[in-house]
């Protein structure tokens, strides 16, 4: 009998650990097949809150932040690669970090528009694999584009403001209820699992989820 799964990701764009998280997520629900019927809903969350235009430099930001030299940071994204190619993402360059607020309204009106999750999806691969500025009104656009989304309206959204709002209230919401680091997954908004998970964790989680179910 196939059961139901509401699950609640909270991500950044940002975030390379989210892509990883997601695809990693996906492939476990993959390998259930029919016994769950996953609804993924995505939630935004912002790394870079004050990021200016322009964005700035990855090993620039990194380093005020974490203190990592420039040599941790290159081991560190050689790892997220490796990681990123065991589920089926693709790490390319990433040279810069970018403000992901205008990002999170659109993925706010794809929701509405029943494309989010695959937009979520174009918007990381845009950022994480080709290095695309998630700030720029014109790659935000192409990405809304190639997963059905009319141009116009996503241009209309982003130029209007729209969203706003919600976007920064959802973001309270989260941060109210504790969640300071991304990604964050919550299982039938009870079971919250955190970080780039490996398939078999979400998968064993999961299982874990249904049975009690």
């Known amino acids: 009998m196939t059961q139901q799964l509401k699950i609640d990701f909270v991500s950044d764009i940002a975030c390379p650990w989210c892509a990883i998280g997601l695809s990693s997520l996906e492939l476990a629900l993959s390998r259930l097949g029919d016994a769950v019927d996953a609804q993924i809903v995505v939630h935004p969350f912002e790394l870079n809150p004050e990021m200016g235009l322009g964005g700035e430099a990855i090993v620039d930001y990194l380093g005020k932040k974490y203190g990592r030299t420039a040599e941790q940071i290159a081991d560190t994204q050689a790892m997220i690669r490796e990681r990123g190619a065991s589920v089926g993402f693709t790490f390319g360059p990433r040279t810069r970090v970018y ?14 528009e029943g494309k989010q999750l695959a937009l ?62 991304v990604p964050a997954i919550i299982f039938n908004g009870r079971y919250l699992v955190s970080g780039g998970q490996p398939v078999e964790t979400f998968e064993q989680v999961i299982q874990k989820i249904l049975a009690e179910a």
């Open 99 to 112: 403000s992901t607020f205008d990002a999170h309204r659109l993925l706010h009106w794809a929701g509405l």
């Open 120 to 181: 979520k999806m174009a918007l990381l691969r845009a950022y994480h694999g080709e290095g695309k500025d998630p700030s720029d009104h014109e790659v935000l656009v192409e990405a809304a584009q190639s997963v059905g989304l009319d141009a116009a309206e996503a241009n209309e959204v982003l130029r209007s403001g729209a969203y706003a709002d919600e976007v920064r209230a959802e973001e309270r919401e989260y941060q109210a209820k504790g969640i300071q680091s």
